[in-house]
């Protein structure tokens, strides 16, 4: 009987061990949802946008369960981070600035603190800025720019800033303005902190004079991508697994 129970554990074994056997027919890792249940789509699009990671642990998913009204809140909030853009950031502001004719630019609504994307998504950012000349005519260019280490280091979205920024340009004493923006790829694990760049513009002569004044709007709004595959990795990001 010992010999019989010792060989029927290790065939058990042997079968969870094997390829293509019960462990990989469960749904996304939840052991109580069958891969060939009708549902098992459903389920892994909910654990893909980070709604739930499962309930009593990460294996299981608990399909017969009750959700109490608590937890609705908590899978309604995460659905509607999951399908709508967020905003992380607004700011304006008013002063003084002098634009420089070379990298690094001048940097005016930064973002105040970074903000972490916790797996890949897109950031659309837009600015708005305008700036009054003083004594001297002044053109320059505006650009979106994030920054990857707290703002020690700004960079342009994929190309140099001067290909892509926009330019303006005002005689003395007036204003002039741009609205540049840019979409980001975020990387998982990462802090991103965005800002609106400036350089000056060489292209046209007597221009050097700078800014008595300014206003800008900056928005980085997050677009959560979507997707039947997992569009992020908890462990790469150090995230803890959501219930």
């Not at 509607?80 to 609504?109: D, N």
Request: proline share 6%; aromatic share 8%; glycine share 8%.
């Amino acid at each position: 009987m010992r010999n019989l129970v010792s060989a029927m554990v290790l065939f058990t074994a042997a079968l969870v061990a094997w390829p293509g056997t019960a462990r990989a027919q469960s749904c996304v890792g939840f052991t109580d949802v069958p891969a060939a249940s009708p549902f098992c789509p459903n389920v892994e699009w909910l654990k893909n946008r980070a709604v739930t990671f499962g309930c009593t642990s990460t294996t299981l998913y608990c399909p017969g369960d009750v959700v109490s009204r608590l937890a609705m809140a908590a899978f309604m909030n995460r659905l509607g981070k999951a399908l709508s853009p967020e905003v992380l950031f607004r700011e304006t502001g008013i002063g003084v600035i002098a634009i420089p004719s070379a990298e690094p630019y001048a940097v005016r609504c930064d973002t105040a603190d970074s903000s972490i994307a916790a797996y890949p998504r897109t950031a659309i950012v837009t600015g708005a800025l305008s700036g009054l000349a003083d004594a001297n005519p002044v053109a320059w260019r505006g650009v979106v720019v994030f920054s990857t280490d707290a703002g020690a280091t700004w960079q342009a979205p994929g190309a140099s800033a001067s290909s892509l920024a926009l330019r303006a340009s005002s005689v003395a004493n007036q204003w002039s303005g741009t609205d540049p923006n840019a979409a980001i790829d975020l990387q998982p694990g990462l802090a991103y902190r965005f800002g609106i760049g400036m350089l000056r513009d060489d292209l046209i002569a007597g221009t050097t004079g700078n800014f008595a004044d300014y206003r800008c709007l900056l928005t980085a709004s997050v677009v959560n991508r979507n997707g039947t595959s997992s569009p992020f990795d908890l462990a790469r990001a150090g995230l803890p697994a959501l219930h």
